[in-house]
């Protein structure tokens, strides 16, 4: 039994959900989904990061208490994933009891093994990064390139992580595991950033940061945020290191860990760092997805161009996510920036999900039942011209998933719709039927049917919806493993009526569209 357990990045909680983030949550589902089509114990988690000095000025300036900002906000968070059909198994929220609890014993191993010690520091510390720089990190201003502001000194009296300690460690793993990091080509400058790696700052004193878990035996200073936020992907499974539960032992070490490139660092030398000092296994692969513009342009509070998951539903008159789903998870390539515009969205999934795919389950099916009232006869089975050009499809798809090459999945889903639009076109089965070659056109028919139930398993983790509804006018199980795929499995006999061949996917209104541009 193979498994396979998959966490997103937990996000910041000081607002709400974006498309940004909604991307990450997105592409991580479509890898989760088109792996429990294969595996059999599969897993997701995902979360919100709730600590940190951000929140408590933000609280603070709305008049709130840190805990309310967060229940509001990681309910947005919850909320929007829910809208997006994104199948979580697991909600973690840093703030949870046990979370808390366990990261407090983490800290607490690891101070009794050495591997955190107490240091006076004096640092420029950006609060839009939660963490401190050095001279080299800033922009000619002295500003935080990420942020454009100017970091505070702080001088503090806080833990240090030995991060320096695993240096080779972590160096040697990523040269022997080339596909530790996704994809590779941001292996090279992990490699650089970890020549010049120094100890890190791991807690802040509780006077300056006080949302945050204190330290067991020394409640004058917090865990600051990396060491609190990155356990969480253990934590939420049941590590305990007094002892951890069979879930944990059955799941660790995840599969994939899908970040932001903004993340990788943290999560390609700080996280290896801590699991080597519990002494627990590395993931197989951090999937460090590029960023989401939106019409070219980085998204920004400043440039007022920050849009949220639901603005979009609602401008499109959504009432259920596949669209926008199939759009964003298949935007970019691996690791790439991709880019969001109405306009595209529009014309996306207009061609694909409706003019292409959906129009041809609509009409094969209303051929089916116009020459041969819904029904598949035995003497039309057993010729399937298209059968191993299906079987081949479903095995690239497997293939891509394997090097998490989403946008190349979705776009060879794409061109077997096409293959058999073509096949259709070609065979012009309106014809067979006019000059009475009608066992043919019956053939025909059904082999573009049996390709139909192979698309929609295929296309499942993008439009979990639509593929349903494909199913449904199908009668087939679209909970069919991948591995027992035949292009075969519709028997003779009736299919469907009239009545219930419904499209599964209705245009994109386009003034409604334009509505949303104004
Ligand atoms: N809380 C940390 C992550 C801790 S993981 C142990 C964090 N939070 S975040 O809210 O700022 O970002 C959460 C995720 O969303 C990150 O992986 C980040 O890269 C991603 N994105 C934020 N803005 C994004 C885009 N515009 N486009 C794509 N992903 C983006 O970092």
Partial sequence: MEKFYITTAIDYVNGAPHIGHAYEKILTDVIYRHFTQRFDKTY????????????????????????????MNSQKFKDAWKALNVDYSQFIRTTDEQHEKVVQKIFKKLVEQGDIYKHSYKGLYCSGCECFLSEKDLTEDGLCPDHQKAPEIVEEENYFFKLTKYKDAIIKHIKT???????????????????????????????NVSWGIPVLDDPAQSIYVWIDALTNYITAI?????????????????????????????????????????????????????????????????????????????????TEPDSLRYYMASAAPCGKDGNYSDEDFKEKVNAHLANSMGNLLNRTLSMLVKYFEGDIKPEFLGKNELKEQALEAVKAVKHHFDYFEIQEAAQRIIELV??????????????????????????????????????????????????????????????????????????????????NIKPVFLRLDSELADKSKK
Wanted: with cysteine.
């Fill in 238 to 318: 049941g590590y305990d290191p007094d002892g951890s539960s069979e879930k944990f032992k059955e799941l660790w070490p995840a599969t994939v860990q899908v970040i932001g490139k903004d993340i990788l660092k943290f999560h390609s030398i700080y996280w290896p760092a801590i699991l080597m000092a519990l002494d627990l296994p590395l993931p197989e692969h951090l999937l460090a997805h590029g960023w989401i513009t939106i019409d070219q342009t980085k998204m920004s509070k400043s440039l007022g161009n920050v849009i949220s998951p639901e603005t979009v539903m609602e401008a499109f008159n959504l």
């Fill in 418 to 499: 096409d293959i058999t639009n073509k096949y259709v076109t070609d065979n012009a089965p309106w014809t067979l039927a006019k000059e009475g070659q009608i066992e043919k056109c019956g053939i025909v028919l059904t082999n573009v049917l049996q390709v139909m139930t192979v698309i929609a398993s295929l296309i499942y983790p993008f439009c979990p919806n639509i593929a349903k509804a494909m199913s449904e006018q199908l009668s087939y199980d679209i909970n069919t493993k991948l591995d027992n795929i035949t292009c075969e499995v519709l028997k003779s006999g009736h299919l469907i009526d009239k009545e």
């Fill in 177 to 207: 595991h080339p596909d530790f990091i996704v994809p590779s080509f941001r292996a090279n400058e992990v490699l650089n950033q970890l020549e010049n790696i120094e100890d890190i700052s791991v807690s802040r004193a509780t006077a």
């Fill in 44 to 71: 997701f988690l995902t979360g919100t990061d709730e600590h940190g000095i951000k929140i408590q000025k933000t609280s603070a300036q709305n008049n709130m208490s840190p805990k309310e900002l967060c229940d």
